[in-house]
């Protein structure tokens, strides 16, 4: 059974900042890509930034220069370092990975969501 764990949500100020984090654990074989998505109240979800196992990262583009997406492979691990936080960053955010359970298993992982809440 694989889990993702995520935590560092919270209340934050404008213009403050936020790091969240997103642990992976059970029995797989790699991960490859993970990511961060978020869904606001009557939104869909949507992608924030994503990093590939080789470290290639992508942002949407609300988030560019503000945002920070980084892994250690090692430990299975994913965070976002969020800076310069607006109103508008308010949501559910949710940790994805994609993981080769086994050599003929391969599926995409939610973690539970952690509330960001920034207040103007």
């Known amino acids: 059974q694989v889990e993702l764990v995520e935590s560092g949500g919270g209340l934050v100020q404008a213009g403050g900042s936020l790091r969240l984090s997103c642990a992976a654990s059970?029995?797989?074989?790699?991960?490859?890509?993970m990511g961060w998505y978020r869904q606001a109240p009557g939104n869909q979800r949507e992608l924030v930034a994503t990093?590939?196992?080789?470290?290639?990262?992508n942002y949407a583009d609300s988030v560019k220069g503000r945002f920070a997406i980084s892994r250690d492979n090692a430990k299975n691990t994913v965070s976002l370092q969020m800076n310069t936080l607006k109103p508008e960053d308010t949501a559910v955010y949710y940790c994805?990975?994609?993981?080769?359970?086994?050599?003929?298993?391969?599926?995409?992982?939610w973690g539970q969501g952690t509330q960001v809440t920034v207040s103007s």
């Open positions: 059970g029995r797989f074989l790699s991960i490859n890509t």
């Open positions: 994805r990975a994609d993981i080769d359970v086994t050599v003929w298993e391969k599926r995409a992982y």
């Open positions: 990093i590939t196992s080789g470290g290639s990262t």
